[in-house]
């Protein structure tokens, strides 16, 4: 019985080495994704520093933000760990993708509750804003890294659907 199946399951596996070598997707290879996770490593810091370096006013505005933001750095980075422990998915690269995202939004959010608050104050002028730099870099950095890594793990799924349609051909 042992024997009947392993023939099937080599036969199963040289379609799929075949139908993956004549994919035209390439597939990133795992130094790409692990160079794009340094980077959003750096950039998750970058957005981390940027609201401890406001986090008093933030407090001002609304002090469940810190936390919030505190909370989504970390869980980006748990992210990061989990791909980098367990290999690239799509399912992993698309979590960081969504966390990119809303770090990037958390940033801009951040940037406009400040601003009101200065408006509120009366300290608008432009030696006033200088705050809303580091934010504003954050989120733009948070949004760019975030599109790589999109690019990238459109090029992973894309490889997988042509794996998946060839070896659904060769097996009919």
Do not use: W
Not at 19 to 35: K, Y
Not at 164 to 172: A, D, F, G, Y
């Amino acid at each position: 019985m042992r024997r009947r199946g392993l023939p099937a399951i080599l036969v199963f596996f040289v379609s799929a080495v075949r139908a993956f070598s004549q994919t035209g997707t390439s597939i990133p290879s795992n130094d790409e994704i692990f160079e794009l996770l340094a980077k959003a490593e750096q950039k998750v810091s970058g957005f981390e520093n940027a609201v401890k370096g406001v986090k008093p006013d933030l407090d001002k505005a609304d002090p469940k933000l810190s936390t919030m933001y505190k909370d989504a750095g970390a869980a980006a980075h748990v992210i990061i760990l989990s791909i980098r422990k367990n290999g690239p998915s799509a399912y992993g690269l698309m979590s960081l993708v969504t966390t990119l995202d809303d770090l990037s939004l958390d940033a801009a959010t951040a940037s406009v509750q400040l601003l009101l608050l200065r408006i509120q104050s009366g300290k608008t002028a432009a030696s006033n804003l200088d705050f809303l730099v580091p934010l504003m870099t954050s989120k733009n950095e948070c949004n760019d890294i975030s599109e790589l890594i999109m690019h990238a793990t459109l090029r992973y799924i894309r490889a997988e659907e042509d794996v998946l349609e060839k070896l659904s051909h060769i097996n009919k």
